[in-house]
Nanobody, 133 residues
Framework: VQLVESGGGLVQPGGALRLSCAAS????????IGWFRQAPGKEREGVSC????????YYADSVKGRFTISRDNTKNTVYLQMNSLKPEDTAVYYC???????????????????????????WGQGTLVTVSS
């Protein structure tokens, strides 16, 4: 499976960016697709994900109300619309895939008490988002 991100760049605080991730490969029966980010000196954080089957979404508290995730199953593409960007959103953003249902968009994961994104089965190469004036 290959994940190719695009759309990163430099934006001023309060601005917006839209990230895209195109998935390809021999096996695309993923459970969910989403985004992580890693800021300098910090651990990788699960930002948002969306279920392949029913479109259930998850957002980290840090981005709720500002970011919107969407998908186009016909194109195997996921998007992350990022509005009202803050300097603390500066990070490398990684597209990722969950093959087994370990993210909070999965009902079994929810029943097990999983409330955040931890790990992934496949990763993209990352795209840098810099929020600065």
């Amino acid at each position: 499976v290959q994940l190719v991100e695009s759309g990163g760049g430099l934006v001023q605080p309060g601005g917006a960016l839209r990230l895209s991730c195109a998935a390809s490969g021999s096996t695309l029966d993923y459970v969910a697709i989403g985004w992580f980010r890693q800021a300098p000196g910090k651990e990788r954080e699960g930002v948002s994900c969306i279920s392949r089957s029913d479109g259930t979404t998850y957002y980290a508290d840090s981005v709720k109300g500002r970011f919107t995730i969407s998908r186009d199953n016909t194109k195997n593409t996921v998007y992350l619309q990022m509005n009202s960007l803050k300097p603390e959103d500066t990070a490398v953003y990684y597209c990722a895939i969950d093959l087994i249902g370990m993210w909070p968009t999965d009902r079994t994961a929810q029943a097990l008490g999983i409330r955040s994104m931890k790990g992934a089965d496949y990763w993209g190469q990352g795209t840098l988002v810099t929020v600065s004036s």
